[in-house]
């Protein structure tokens, strides 16, 4: 019997996630630092919750008990966060996950699903687009955990009975997503929207990026569960690049509204371009994205506006 633990289940893809481990019938447990009351109205008894915190070893070990795969969702930081908190990023992104999966080994998980980034643990691109045996030098201190975290799992699942997936997913994106943090370009964009406040570009606007709507993003975290450990990374992306001007006037296009601008000198832990090719990710998961862009941001959009309807008056 198949009991998924979903870590990091309140975030943007985590609920997404559990919403579709459910549909489909799987017994799912949701693990995070805390469970905000839509969240526990939402999932109620249908799943069971467990708060975690993933810094306490011995906590983690018993919390886990009898999670039979699970999938890493959990991270405190981004890469807006540039390359300003490294030594941070080291003790709240590499050392709490390492310890986590020597933590599920000892528990005799069997499958380990880890979500890492497509867009930034390649760095700046020698070949478009990009595939799984590309050189990885990341620009920035979020690639670098992601990439460590990748290691350690392989090198901490060698030998153990605890397989493992890595999917180096590119820009997800979709309803739910609320911009904060400045995580999503086209939730941020949304968030600026309705903040009335202008975007912030960086650089010309020109840098592409591969962009994946969220539905397309969960088919390939369930097809990973579902199928058994592949023991290997696999890019999870479109294959297609939209420059952050091209993703500005398609949300425009779709809000009927212009959204004022400002740009700004580029950040060099940015890469000029990156596009995933998910070919492997086909051949050995039959998964490829199926939502074209368009259809994916008119969704996100009306999701937002039908949110903004329905938000609590303000008026004083």
Not at 159 to 169: D, K, P, T, W
Request: charged share 20%.
């Amino acid at each position: 019997m198949i009991v998924v633990g979903v870590f990091g289940a309140n975030g943007f893809i985590g609920r997404h996630l559990t919403r579709a481990l459910v549909a489909r019938g799987h017994q799912t447990v949701c693990f995070g630092r805390h469970f905000p009351l839509d969240f526990q109205r939402e999932f109620d008894d249908r799943v069971e919750m467990r708060l975690i915190d993933l810094h306490d070893d011995i906590e983690v070990l018993k919390k886990i008990s009898g999670i039979t795969h699970v999938v890493q969702l959990i991270n405190s930081s981004n890469a807006t966060v540039e390359n300003n908190k490294i030594i941070s990023d080291i003790h709240s992104n590499i050392i709490p996950h390492v310890s986590f999966i020597s933590s599920c080994i000892i528990a005799n998980v069997r499958s380990f699903t880890f979500l890492s980034s497509g867009g930034t643990v390649y760095g700046r691109p020698q070949t478009l687009p990009i595939t799984e045996d590309h050189p990885t030098f990341p620009l920035n201190s979020y690639g670098l955990t992601k990439l460590f975290t990748e290691h350690y799992l392989r090198m901490l699942c060698r030998g153990s009975g605890m397989g493992f997936n890595i999917l180096r997913v590119a820009n997800p994106f979709g309803p739910g997503q609320m911009g904060v943090g400045g995580q999503g370009l086209i939730g941020t964009i949304l968030q600026r929207f309705k903040q009335k406040e202008p975007l912030t570009i960086f650089g010309d606007g020109l840098s592409e990026r591969d962009y994946l709507y969220i539905d397309d993003t969960v088919d390939a975290i369930l097809r990973a569960i579902e199928h058994g450990p592949l023991n290997t990374m696999v890019n999870i992306g479109s294959g297609e690049g939209r420059s952050i001007l091209e993703v500005l006037e398609t949300v425009e296009a779709a809000l009927g509204s212009q959204i004022a601008r400002e740009h700004v000198s580029g950040r060099t832990t940015d890469a000029p371009s990156n596009i995933l090719d998910p070919a492997k990710a086909e051949r050995l998961l039959g998964w490829k994205a199926v939502t074209s862009f368009r259809l994916g941001v008119a969704k996100t959009v009306e999701w937002n506006l039908r949110q903004q309807r329905h938000a609590p008056s303000t008026k004083e």
